[in-house]
């Protein structure tokens, strides 16, 4: 079954584990922050079952970002909207890397109801993840270094770029010729 990811911010879906006057069954107010509609829209990509395209998806999402830093995102069976009765639209995405634009949906014709569903859905069977800074500069140098995503299609600051560009120099340069006698 694949999955529906939606970029989030991990503290936000800390639960009563961490948060004593919270209810075991109930989650944060600003974890609602991260899934704000546009026009009763959210945005999502659509993970393939085996996971083939989540780092990609990662990568995309980070290039659209000002910094390279600590990434989070959720997890969710695509089929737990139907319990919610929520709708999916194919609409193109907008990050620097094509194929995953292609794999963007928008959930629509949202209500706050079914926005709290999900978001309690998210908390209790969502897989929440988050990627290091510097997992982060690997997916999106190697995903520039491939050419899955054009250099100059990326959002990120000139400071961060020159650290993508480094990264890659630093890990694509072969070690040089012997020298051949002649």
């Known amino acids: 079954m694949p999955f529906i990811l939606r970029k989030i911010r991990k503290a936000r879906w800390r639960g009563s584990e961490v948060i ?36 990609r998806i990662l990568a995309a999402l ?14 969710l069976e695509e089929n737990a909207l139907d319990e919610i009765n929520i709708k999916i639209a194919s609409v193109k995405g907008e990050t620097p890397d094509e194929e995953v634009n292609a794999v963007h949906r928008d959930l629509v014709e949202l209500s706050a109801t079914q926005i709290l569903a999900l978001a309690k859905l998210f908390s209790t069977r969502g897989e929440r993840n988050r990627l290091t800074g510097r997992r982060v500069l690997e997916l999106l140098a190697r995903a520039v ?38």
Request: net charge negative; with cysteine; proline share 5%.
């Open 20 to 55: 004593g006057w919270l209810s075991s069954d109930d989650l944060q107010a600003d974890a609602l922050v991260d899934l704000a509609t546009k026009d009763n829209r959210l945005s999502v990509y659509i993970v393939a079952t085996d996971r083939f395209n989540l780092e």
């Open 62 to 75: 980070a290039g659209n970002c000002d910094f390279i830093s600590n990434l989070d995102y959720v997890l």
């Open 145 to 182: 270094d491939s050419g899955q995503i054009e250099r100059d299609r990326l959002k990120v600051k000139p400071e961060e770029i020159a650290k993508i560009d480094a990264f890659i120099t630093k890990n694509t340069s072969s070690p040089e010729a012997p020298d051949n006698p002649l």
